[in-house]
């Protein structure tokens, strides 16, 4: 058995031209390094601990310039507070499904990463709860509608992304601890 190996005018003329580069047009060698790019994807875990708002945790990977938002509802010590909709300020108050106002804890976590891998952060954390009931007059009736106690504070600071926990001591006692790693 003889072989026949046939190669058309095309594939000849292609090969020829490939062998017939010059070196400039050459692909660039590629370069394997050990860190991540600076926009990829981090992990971020946030802690809340407050005696006031109660205690929360969450983990979410975001990226450098990116900001997230994080939000808690839990039922406070006592449970929810009843409140009607004719109280003051009733829609901004957090809700169950009840209607009885809960506690509620937000954080937007807003990070972006140097080219030393320091995170330079902004959160802004908001937080409210009910402190039992209070009388109020409205519209000329008397009712009564949660007492709410509210915390609102913006915080700006360093942070590495290599695992290690900053923890952050807000003006009401609330302690939020962050770590980060890519």
């Known amino acids: 058995m003889g072989s026949s190996f046939k190669l058309s005018a ?9 062998a017939l580069m010059p070196a400039a047009h050459a692909a660039t060698a590629i370069t394997v390094t050990n860190q991540a790019a600076l926009d990829g994807p981090i992990r971020y ?3 809340v601990t407050s005696k006031q708002f109660g205690n929360s945790q969450e983990t979410r990977t975001i990226r450098s310039g990116e900001s997230d ?3 808690w509802k839990t039922v406070p010590p006592g449970g929810p507070v009843a409140g009607t909709d004719a ?10 499904a009840n209607g009885a106002m809960i506690r509620q804890t937000q954080i937007r976590f807003a990070p972006v990463v140097a080219k030393d891998g320091t995170a ?14 209070k009388t109020v007059t409205s519209g000329g ?20 992304v290599n695992g290690t926990t900053k ?5 009401d006692g609330t302690e939020v601890a962050v770590s980060a790693k890519r």
Do not use: E, H, W
């Open 10 to 18: 095309v594939s000849v003329v292609a090969s020829l031209a490939c």
């Open 167 to 171: 923890t952050l001591t807000l003006s």
């Open 69 to 71: 938002d994080f939000t």
């Open 141 to 160: 009736k008397t009712l009564k509608c949660p007492n709410d106690v509210r915390v609102s504070q913006i915080v700006r600071f360093t942070m590495p």
């Open 87 to 96: 109280c003051p300020n009733y829609s901004s108050l957090a809700v169950d």
């Open 120 to 133: 330079s952060v902004q959160l802004s954390f908001q937080a409210q709860t009910p402190r039992g009931v």
């Open 45 to 47: 875990t946030v802690r």
